[in-house]
């Protein structure tokens, strides 16, 4: 039998839309997703065909659906399969904090259209117009320009996701990621909560960072992204 905590965090989006996020969800007990300003998540309660039309009523045209899981989600007959990708969850029981010598800074509404844009360009994960409102967001400026961030996306009893986490290619190798990462969970964590996140399995620079901080891997995820059919 699987613990509650495991059964939260393999289904992090379902987790999210029925605790923290419920009043950023739409749809119904069979089928929800987190309003399309704030990201494209989306779960089903169960993987029945009534629960996948409640889903398929959820995605308008010209717009996807992502949903977060131990395995790829099969489409809807309404909707088609824009893509699968593995990702990695992991988890910090235990940090090992690093000391940051970079000022950092509050991000927030003012920075929003910033923080989307580095965003876009460096595809840390999805992000949205109002993303940055789902939690905390920290950042390092440097000539007046948004040099980096990280943040807190799903949350939901007992755990908070470190998220958002980029750095311009212009200044890179200055241990931005790193630091900002750490004390985002750092945060989590003195609240009471544990920090977990998702990384593209590929991705093994980040991975070296998170596992420098006390993060492990947890299990293989899905990224399912959903759209309408044409």
Not at 66 to 84: K, W
């Amino acid at each position: 039998m699987c613990s509650p905590a495991s059964a939260l965090l393999d289904r992090p989006v379902w987790s999210a839309l029925t605790t923290t996020w419920r009043s950023l969800a739409e749809g119904d007990e069979r089928a929800l997703r987190l309003a399309a300003d704030f990201g494209v998540f989306a779960a089903l309660r169960e993987d029945s065909d009534d629960a996948r039309s409640a889903l398929a009523a959820l995605c308008p045209a010209g717009a996807g659906l992502g949903l977060v899981e131990t395995a790829p989600v099969a489409p809807p007959p309404e909707l088609e399969l824009i893509s699968n990708a593995a990702c990695d969850q992991m988890v910090a029981e235990t940090l090992s904090p690093i000391e940051v010598k970079f000022e950092v800074v509050e991000l927030g509404d003012a920075d929003a259209p910033e923080m989307l844009a580095l965003a876009r360009l460096t595809e840390p994960g999805p992000f949205y117009a109002r993303t940055h409102e789902l939690g905390r967001f920290i950042g390092v400026k440097r000539d007046g320009r948004l040099a980096a961030m990280a943040g807190e996306r799903m949350r939901f009893p007992g755990y908070c996701e470190v998220s958002g986490v980029c750095t311009h290619p212009d200044f890179r190798g200055h241990g931005y990621a790193a630091g900002l990462s750490s004390l985002v969970a750092q945060n989590i964590v003195a609240r009471g909560e544990t920090p977990f996140l998702h990384v593209y399995p590929h991705n093994r620079p980040a991975i070296a960072i998170y596992e420098a901080l006390g993060f492990q891997h947890r299990r293989s995820m899905t990224l399912t992204i959903l759209g309408r059919r044409s």
